[in-house]
């Protein structure tokens, strides 16, 4: 006999949920670590377990305990050209 009192519960929608302006240090990887630099700090993630969005702006993923929704920063880019 079905129960159909039971209710699904996403898991995904229990984690915490943390946003960052920063950049990844390493290329992201399922089954990995992140490694995030935000700003005078690096922070070591749980293991991703799957990238919800990506755009130009940011990406969003989830490791075993958190949902993370990271703003990149721009680097400022050294122009100066040394002339001999």
């Not at 992201?28 to 991703?48: C, M, P, W």
């Not at 969005?53 to 990271?70: C, K, W």
């Amino acid at each position: 006999m079905m129960n159909k009192n039971i209710i699904m519960i996403n898991e995904s929608s229990l984690k915490k949920q943390v946003a960052l302006t920063g950049f990844l240090v390493l290329p992201l990887r399922i089954g990995e670590r992140a490694f995030i630099s935000h700003g005078q700090q690096s922070i070591a993630t749980s293991s991703v377990q799957q990238i919800l969005e990506v755009s130009n702006d940011g990406i969003v993923f989830e490791t075993r305990n958190t949902i993370y929704s990271l703003v990149y920063t721009t680097m400022p880019i050294e122009t100066e050209v040394m002339c001999a």
